[in-house]
């Protein structure tokens, strides 16, 4: 079966708002299964359950996107070479 990328509604803005998995998953730029993967592992965005479903905050997706940003260091970008 083939994943489909597109979700069933709008990724809702409300940074509350509680997302289903496919959704955190296109707001990350992963596959759900790469999301599933990071979630067994503990390395993913935190989540909570609603009975048997997953889901995740969409400030805490947006916050660990956040948190994994490198800003790189100043390279010599306006140094003189010899």
Do not use: H, N
Not at 31 to 51: A, D, V
Not at 53 to 58: A, I, K, L, P, S
Request: net charge positive.
């Amino acid at each position: 079966m083939k994943f489909d990328q597109r979700p069933q509604r709008a990724i809702p803005a409300d940074p509350e708002a509680a997302l289903l998995p496919t959704e955190a998953a296109l707001l990350l730029g992963l596959s759900p299964r790469t999301l599933e993967g990071l979630r067994f592992k503990g390395e993913g965005p935190p989540y909570f359950r609603i009975r048997r479903g997953v889901r995740y905050r969409r400030s805490d997706v947006l916050a660990w996107i956040e948190a994994r940003r490198i800003v790189p260091a100043c390279g010599g970008a306006g140094r003189d070479r010899d």
